[in-house]
Each structure stands twice: as C-alpha cells, then as structure tokens.
C-alpha cells in the first residue's frame, strides 16, 4: 500500500508564493512521473506541471516563468514552488504520480487528497 501526503496549501495575497511537498511512502518499488493537477470550482482538472523521474519537465502555459517543478528521488517527494500568484491559480491542487507497488505488477496511479490554494488580497 502507498500513500501520497501532501502539505503547504493556504491563503496568500497576489503576487506571494506558497511551495507544495507531496510525499509518497509505502511499499515503493519504483515511481515513474510526479505532477500537479489542480481544480478550480466549475472547471475541470487540469495539469499544472510534471516531472519525471530523469528530471524532464512540463507546464501548463499559464504557469510557466511562475512554478517550478522540483524532485527528490532519496525522499519519494514533489515539490512546487508557486511565485507571483495570481487569483486566477485558486483551486484545489492534488498530487499525482505513478507508482510501482511491491508485490504488483507495473505501474498505478494514484492521487492525493488535495489541498486547496486561496489567493486573494
């Protein structure tokens, strides 16, 4: 079993920053891509940014200059460091990734519980 941990949400005025971890522990054989999806209410998720696990990154257009994406493999962590928020990043930010189960076969994915980002002065 593997559980995603996820911390650093709140409320920030416009243009602060706020940084995200997501932690993944359990019987971990191997983890494939790390992300964050984030849902605004009335709009459907949507992926904010990804990395992998060599380092290779991908953003949303309207979050790049502004977030960035970071890993530590040793830890089974995500980060992402949000700078220059604006009110339109307000939205329930969750982790993804995809993860090796011991005792499984291949690769799953799993999400984490959510944590809600409020900016607004």
């Known amino acids: 079993q593997v559980q995603l941990a996820e911390s650093g949400g709140g409320l920030v005025q416009p243009g602060g920053s706020l940084r995200l971890s997501c932690a993944a522990s359990?019987?971990?054989?191997?983890?494939?891509?790390m992300g964050w999806y984030r849902q605004a209410p009335g709009k459907e998720r949507e992926l904010v940014a990804a990395i992998t696990g060599g380092g290779n990154t991908n953003y949303a257009d309207s979050v790049k200059g502004r977030f960035t994406i970071s890993r530590d493999n040793a830890k089974n962590t995500v980060y992402l460091q949000m700078n220059s928020l604006k009110p339109e990043d307000t939205a329930v930010y969750y982790c993804n990734t995809r993860v090796w189960v011991r005792g499984t076969v291949g690769f799953r994915e799993l999400w984490g519980q959510g944590t809600l980002i409020t900016v607004s002065s």
């Open positions: 359990g019987s971990i054989v191997s983890i494939n891509v």
